[in-house]
């Protein structure tokens, strides 16, 4: 089984047992976005500036990897054109589910964002991406396929792990166990420890690959913040562990 089908089925397990990522919105909470009370995060809990988005209304949204009816709900109750990609079904089915509750139309793919994303040239305004390509081993060629799928002008949010997490153990008085990079097709006792743990297979990518690779797929970057893991550890002694980008297709 590739790497890829081992995550889409650990995250439809997580979400079957009550996974945060995969509770989806509530019909309140739709009412208030379309009321104009509304956040999303791309990290676990620093809210996007607004400013970021730009004009939603009218806009053609991809959800890379943002399955579970969390952000596109709020979407779709702004005005948006809403298309969604995931690879777990349970988070397509919930984008699905909600859709039909709120009456509004989704455009939902079960896909591997490893591979070409099945979209046009120049299609979208905006692509919302949280926290997901620690699930990936190589994430240039997704910062790629974002930029040919985005309009001249069109924006890319990304959520990204910079590794920290995969240093420390909760559980243990020692604290840092791990070391970088963290590859489990590679390191035979990493891949060992996710398994025991139930937790797909994860990667740590460095900022050259994260940031640089945006750069390098040719993103202009407009704005970055950091985020924590709003519990635990690391939090505890304020460590970053997230990043979250705005980038953009420059106009020709």
Known sequence: MHYTDVNAATIDRWVEEGWEWGQPITHEEYLAAKNGEWQMVLTPTKPVPKAW???????????????????????????????????SRRQIESEEKVAL?????????????????????????LIFHP???????DVLPVWKECWRVLKPGGRLLAGLDNGLNFLVAEDREDRITGFLPFNPLKNPQQKAELEAADAGMQFSHTIEEQIGGQLKAGFR??????????????????????WATLAEKEKT
């Open 221 to 242: 970057l407009l704005d970055v913040y950091s985020d924590t893991n709003g519990s635990g550890y690391l939090m505890e002694h304020g460590a970053p562990c997230y």
């Open 53 to 87: 988005f730009g004009r939603i209304a009218g806009s053609r949204v991809l959800g890379l990897a943002s399955g579970g009816a969390q952000q596109m709900p709020v979407f779709a109750a702004l005005g948006a054109e809403c298309h969604v990609l995931d690879y």
């Open 101 to 125: 509750r709120e009456g509004y139309v989704i455009h939902a793919v079960r896909a591997d964002m490893t591979r070409p994303l099945p979209y046009p040239d120049d299609f979208f305004d």
């Open 131 to 137: 926290v997901s390509n620690c699930y990936i081993e």
